[in-house]
Structures are given as structure tokens and as C-alpha cells.
């Protein structure tokens, strides 16, 4: 399976050639007019939203909507109703640059769906790796995987 990173404005430009999952993850203070439809293709098997900012939950000052456990868990069983027919999954946020790597990065190592954990790593060098985290960990309380057989890979080693 391809795993697609993208930010909205490639999203909004991207034409699926293969059957696909898309994740929109949109910024609870980003109003409708701001996030425009994807373009209309009957290779797109779903269309999922999730709101969530771009926050950390040590942030004194945080000001949004944090990623939790509920919504890594509607994530997940979403993912899991089109898993079977799904070979590209489409991951986007507005800048494409944290949340989305970071729910990428948590699918791939959580379902083994065969993308490089390594280079999403390096490429996009996201600071919201604890996202990451959270939905792998809820994908193993959801008996999808043993927490020994996920290669979490921490995103700041350079060995191998």
C-alpha cells in the first residue's frame, strides 16, 4: 500500500489512480470554507474528517482541540471497514508537516501497510511524534497487533 503525506492544497490537486482511503484532518478553528471537498473520484473508498489542532498536551497554553484516545480509536475503526480494498491511503492536514505525518507514521507501524517508517521520519521530522504514539497504542488495546511485534521506531535515532 502507498502511504500519502500531503498538505491541503496538494490534496485538493491529488487524483486517485488506485483505489483509496483519505484522512482530512482539520484544525478545530478552521471553519468549513476554509477545508474545500476533495475532488470527486470513484477511486476514493472514504472520505474520513477528524478535527484536531496541532497542540501538545503539555502545552500550558494550549488553545484547540487535542488528539486523544477517542479519536485515534474512530480513526482506527474507520481505517479497518475499507482496510481490505484500500491500496493508497491519503493522510492530509493543512500544512501536511505534523499531524498528518504523524497519523501516517501511526498507521503504517500500526497495520505494517509497507510504507518506509524511517523516511516519513526523516522527511518530514514532525514534532507531534507522541500522536504517533497514542494511535499505535490504541490500536493495541484494540487487540489489532501485540505491542511486541510493532517496530516503533523512535524518529530521532540514526542507527541502521
Not at 504517533?132 to 487487540?143: D, F, P
Amino acid at each position: 500500500m502507498t502511504v500519502l503525506i500531503a498538505n491541503l492544497i496538494d490534496a485538493l490537486d491529488y487524483k486517485p489512480i488506485r483505489p483509496t482511503y483519505a484522512i482530512r484532518i482539520r484544525s478545530g478553528k478552521t471553519q468549513d470554507e476554509y477545508f474545500p471537498r476533495l475532488k470527486d473520484s470513484p477511486l476514493y473508498l472514504a472520505v474520513k474528517e477528524y478535527i484536531f489542532d496541532d497542540i501538545d498536551p503539555w502545552d500550558e497554553d494550549k488553545d484547540g482541540l487535542l488528539f486523544n484516545r477517542d479519536i485515534a480509536k474512530n480513526i482506527i475503526e474507520d481505517f479497518l471497514k475499507y482496510r481490505a480494498n484500500t491500496q493508497d491511503l491519503l493522510v492530509h492536514c493543512l500544512h501536511g508537516a505534523n499531524r498528518s505525518p504523524a497519523i501516517a507514521f501511526g498507521m503504517n507501524d500500526l497495520f505494517n501497510l509497507g510504507a518506509d517508517s524511517r523516511a516519513i521520519v526523516k522527511k518530514y521530522n514532525f514534532g507531534t511524534w507522541w500522536m504517533a504514539k497514542l494511535l499505535i497504542n490504541t490500536g493495541v488495546e484494540l487487540g489489532l497487533r501485540s505491542a511486541n511485534t510493532i517496530p516503533l521506531l523512535n524518529p530521532w535515532d540514526d542507527s541502521e
